[in-house]
């Protein structure tokens, strides 16, 4: 497995709320929300708690309650803190367990998997643009500006019992995996980013290459991708 990771402020926003992380076969991406800083302190949470969970013992059960405690974790720093009160942030995690990869997401955070140069989304946005392209009230390229696509349906940090979403595949030699937060979706197509997976270079040069369109395409938002190369 080989992987490359980059987070980037974007050209408008003052400070960066994204979080990123990786421990042994699980990486991680968060995109945070809040007043002041809040969101910074969210996703930070997030994958501070996720990973210090898995400890390699049941990798599964640990993603689960390492969400499960992330949740609490924010929901508990936010009713101490009153500056971060209502924070939440996405998730969007990945695990290479063996043969297989289990997906795992909250909010609008994404997994995409690039294999023989064909682009897979294998996540679904917990997002209000998303429910409205569901009822074919909204078309994909109205939801790209719609003046509410930031809006989530689910968050870690915002109810009690947070709805993480989970799915399963097997792996294939050569599998490469897009984590990435809403800064890059903005900016850049899915199919630009196919194209960028499925060219030469190592994990490291598309992590960069993708930041580097969306700066080019506006950068209006933060920017986080991470990108994982499946070698057996
Ligand atoms: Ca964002």
Do not use: W
Request: proline share 3%; glycine share 10%; charged share 25%.
């Amino acid at each position: 497995m080989r992987f490359g990771a980059r987070t980037d402020p974007g050209l408008v926003r003052a400070n960066n709320q994204d979080s990123y992380g990786h421990r042994g076969p699980l990486f991680l991406v968060a995109d945070g929300m809040g007043g002041h800083r809040a969101g910074e302190v969210a996703s930070r949470i997030a994958v501070e708690e996720i990973l210090a969970a898995m400890e390699g013992r049941d990798p599964l059960a640990e993603l689960r309650s390492g969400f499960a405690a992330a949740n609490e974790a924010i929901r508990a720093h936010a009713l101490a803190n009153p500056d971060c009160y209502g924070m939440g942030t996405t998730v969007a995690a990945l695990l290479l367990l063996g043969g297989r990869a289990c997906v795992a997401h909250i909010g609008d955070s994404r997994v995409y998997l690039c294999r023989s140069r064909t682009l897979t989304l294998l996540t679904r946005d917990h997002s209000l643009v998303e429910e409205l392209i569901r009822q074919g009230s909204l078309s994909e390229d109205e939801a790209r500006n719609h003046p509410q696509r930031s809006v989530l349906t689910r968050a870690l940090g915002t109810a009690e019992t947070p709805q993480v979403e989970y799915t399963e595949l097997d792996l294939e030699e050569g599998d490469v995996f897009l984590l990435c937060t809403d800064g890059l979706t903005a900016e850049v197509t899915d199919a630009e980013i196919g194209a960028v997976l499925a060219a030469e270079g190592d994990p490291q040069a598309k992590a960069d290459r993708l930041v580097e369109m969306a700066r080019r395409g506006g950068g209006s938002d933060n920017i986080t991708v991470v990108v994982v190369e499946h070698h057996v």
